[in-house]
């Protein structure tokens, strides 16, 4: 199994800042990577799919980079909708895994 | 706009069997599409269970493997979970979503608590 470990745990940031999450595979993974969106209640979002390609809909503040192990989400100026709790999930291995997610909560 | 919705009992016994099915609407489930099933323990991260594809073909998470059945029903457009020999710790939200190299579609998820 691929393990992806997500860094830091949680983080508290303000509207407008610049904040950064790192996910690390196990293994090299190519760009099989994808990160999602959690609010409390609802079902994940998609946000980057590839590493880097932004789904349709998702606003341009959120990118993603990175390849082989070692992957981060930016989101380039923090608005109120975006306190939530992100995942990063791999696509190598025909066993899927998910990062243990990384909350963003107001500062 | 692919819609996905669970269905299934939201209480099961210890040692029995969970059974949930997932309709899909808006979209065949005969496409080029993987169709999957994640499951998030009350306040926990997300767990890939495994996923299928329309001609049968299946993969699971490899902890999960000796328990878990996903099957394709392809006259009723749905795919369907039997996870048995259940415990406290299959207690979840159990999600359906449509899936192939990323999760695009998701069903809003079902609580199943396994209690006596």
């Known amino acids: 199994d691929i393990q992806m470990t997500q860094s830091p745990s949680s983080l508290s940031a303000s509207v407008g800042d610049r904040v950064t999450i790192t996910c690390r595979a196990s293994q090299s993974i190519s760009n099989y990577l994808n990160w999602y969106q959690q609010k409390p209640g609802k079902a994940p979002k998609l946000l980057i799919y590839a590493a880097s390609s932004l789904q349709s809909g998702v606003p341009s503040r959120f990118s993603g980079s990175g390849s082989g192990t070692d992957f981060t989400l930016t989101i380039s100026s923090l608005q109120p909708e975006d306190f939530a709790t992100y995942y990063c999930q791999q696509s190598f291995s025909t066993s899927r895994t998910f990062g243990q997610g990384t909350k963003v909560e107001i500062k | 706009q692919v819609q996905l919705q669970e269905s299934g009992p939201g209480l099961v016994k210890p040692s029995g069997t969970l059974s949930l099915t997932c309709a899909v609407s808006?979209?065949?489930?005969?496409?080029?599409?993987?169709w999957s099933w994640v499951r998030q323990p009350p306040g926990k991260g997300l767990e890939w269970i495994g996923e299928i594809y329309h001609s049968g073909s299946t993969n699971y998470n490899p902890s999960l493997k000796s328990r878990v059945t996903i099957s394709v029903d392809k006259s009723n457009n749905q795919f369907s979970l039997k996870l048995n020999s259940v415990t406290a710790a299959d207690t979840a939200v159990y999600y359906c979503?449509?899936?192939?190299?990323?999760?695009?579609?998701w069903g809003q998820g079902t609580l199943v608590t396994v209690s006596s």
């Open positions: 808006g979209g065949s489930i005969s496409s080029t599409n993987w």
């Open positions: 979503a449509r899936a192939g190299s990323y999760i695009d579609y």
